[in-house]
Structures are given as C-alpha cells and as structure tokens.
C-alpha cells in the first residue's frame, strides 16, 4: 500500500488517493471503478511509489476498462509529447484557438519598432489581435517565472509600437506560471494560457470543451509517424480524421490498416 510519493523533482509527499479521486471525477469515471482502482493500487503497489508508477497503473487500468477515459487520462503526457522541439506544439495552440473562432498563424516574423520578432503564435478575432509566445516545457514541473514574462512582454511593446491595430500580449505555456509571474501579468493585462490558468479557461478546460484531442493522446502512433503528420499540419485528432485514408497513407507511413485503427479509436474520444 502506497505511502510515500516520490515526484519528478525527487521531493517525497505523503500518498494522497483524494488526489487520485479528483482527476478520476473529472473524468466521471464512476465511483465504483474509482473505488476499485484504489483497492487495485493498495493491493499491488509498494509503500513508496513514484508519481509514473502511479499513473502507469491507472492509465493501464483504464485502458482496459475504458479507453476513451484511457486516452483522455494520458492528456498532460499526450500535451508534453508534442517536444522535443516546441514547433508541434504552436502549431497545436493555433489549431485549439482556431476552435473558438480565431484566424491564426504560427511561426511568423513581425516588425517591431526596433527589432524584427519570430512570433509563435498571431490570432485574431473582432478586429484585435493578440501577439502569442507559446513557451513550451519538457518537465512538468518547470514553471515559467517573472524572467519569461517580462521577456515576452518586451517583445510584445516593441511590436505593439509598430502596429496600427488594437493588439494584447498572450503567453501559453503547457506546464504553470509561477505566482509572481501572475501577479505582473494581471496587473499589466498580459493574457496567460496554462494548464490550470486561468481558473476556468485554462489550457486543460480549453481542450477538453471542445474535445481538441492532439494526436500525441494515441500513445500508440510511433515519434516517426507523428512526426511526418506533423509537417503536413495534422496535429489534431479531427485533424486526422478529416484527410482522405489514401492521403494520410502516401504523408504518414501507415498502413490503410492502421489508418482504420485511429479512425476507429478517435470515434471513441470524439
């Protein structure tokens, strides 16, 4: 039975299952299987466990039982398996922001007063238009500090000044801001995206609304084939599921078989 949680930067905390009965409920996993899963995990895991061993398990379980929860279990490791570079991961911000009615583009250069930006992430809607910085981690527990907003936000003034159009500053990060980060971006009106920030419309709740599902949460597509659908702009699930078989054959790597197969699972988180 489970004591001690060792996490990803090696600091030991106490074994909550509250913690655990939280993120099963916001996946309404029924009680009866929660109750289960924690029976299963006293059962069969040592008094010290990490936080991997953990959601191993779970996800293992869960798979079995249920694998549209299976899948959307795997979401923040799905959202971290869009490195190593970063890039796949703009281009999945501007296919989500895309969803609620943004034109975007990523990967661009904007003159600034000064200096010319390569800027992540241009989304408009109702004639303004908001600069984004999308700062991607590899470790979920890497937040991005004070140091990374002022940053963005310098870039984001000398932009600003050589723009005719009304403009907002947005950084969208796939781990957290820290707190003092927050504090300057509040009281300066820099927009922050997270995984849990803002309270409500953060990065987790954006995703989910919507079911925009990256294609990463198929924790069975290899790095090679995900990475040739990215360069042809397939990130998303829907994105996948909307091209021809015989195209996504000729771009991916895959069998028509295999094709099939993720058109099949996608039915099942979307």
């Known amino acids: 039975m489970p004591q001690i949680v060792i996490k990803r930067n090696k600091i030991k905390e106490p074994y909550y299952p509250s913690k655990i009965i939280n993120s099963l409920e916001k996946l309404q996993v029924p009680r009866d299987k929660i109750e289960e899963i924690l029976f299963l ?34 979401l923040k490791k799905a959202i971290l ?7 796949p991961f703009e281009k999945f911000i501007a296919h989500l922001l895309s969803f609620y009615g943004y034109q975007t583009k990523h990967n661009l250069f904007l003159e600034g007063k000064c200096l010319k930006y390569e800027v992540d992430i241009l989304a408009e809607l109702e004639s303004k238009i908001y600069i984004g910085e999308c700062k991607f981690r590899h470790y979920w527990n890497k937040k991005n500090d004070l140091h ?41 009106g820099i927009n922050l995206i997270s995984w849990n920030y803002p309270p409500k419309e953060n990065l987790a709740y954006l995703i989910e609304f919507k079911k925009i599902y990256p294609l990463t949460i198929f924790d069975f597509i290899s790095l090679k084939i995900l990475k040739n659908l990215f360069n042809n702009d397939i990130v998303l699930v829907s994105d996948f599921i909307s091209k021809d078989k015989n195209y996504l054959r000729k771009i991916s790597g895959l069998s ?3 094709i099939d197969k993720i058109f099949q699972e996608s039915k099942k988180i979307i």
């Open 81 to 87: 398996a869009l490195g190593p570079t970063g890039y």
């Open 41 to 74: 995990i006293d059962k069969n895991l040592p008094s010290v466990v990490t936080t991997d061993q953990l959601f191993r398990f779970i996800h293992n379980y869960l798979k079995k039982d249920n694998k549209e929860k299976g899948y959307r279990y795997n």
């Open 256 to 258: 028509l078989a295999e």
């Open 148 to 188: 990374v907003v002022l940053y963005s936000y310098a870039r984001y003034l000398d932009i600003k000044n050589n723009l005719s159009q009304e403009s907002y500053p947005l950084i969208v990060t796939n781990t957290k801001f820290t707190q003092e980060g927050i504090k300057f971006s509040t009281c300066y």
